[in-house]
């Protein structure tokens, strides 16, 4: 009987992962400018009159040190998800989110 209560406790599993290992373990060989970053910023942030370097008042994203020199305000902007606006329709995932917070929070190299 003790055997059997062993086992049944030990035979239970725990299958979320995410609450496991959080959502996107931070991973900078990963999660690169070129390749992950540069393009989640091109489609929700480099748009006309947006961050495309259009718009004067705005910083041009399509310049990373722009980026580089943004990026207290670019991660507050993000993980409270006012940018992007909600008027634009776009709607970063919380993967992306992650990913860019993952990418600031580790200097945010021109890789």
């Known amino acids: 009987m003790i055997f059997g209560t062993i086992m049944a406790f030990n035979s239970c599993a725990y299958e979320n992962e995410e609450e496991l290992f959080g959502s996107n373990p931070c991973q900078p060989e990963v999660t690169t400018y070129s390749k992950v970053i540069q ?3 091109a489609d929700n942030c480099n748009l006309p009159t947006c961050h495309d370097g259009s718009n004067s008042l705005l910083p041009n994203f399509t310049i990373i040190a722009n ?6 305000l670019m991660r507050n902007f993000i993980i409270t998800r006012t940018m992007p606006p909600s008027e634009t329709g776009l709607v970063l995932t919380a993967k992306q989110i992650d990913d860019i917070a993952c990418w600031i929070d580790n200097g945010a190299p021109n890789n």
């Open 39 to 41: 393009p989640i910023i």
């Open 67 to 72: 980026l580089q020199n943004n990026l207290p």
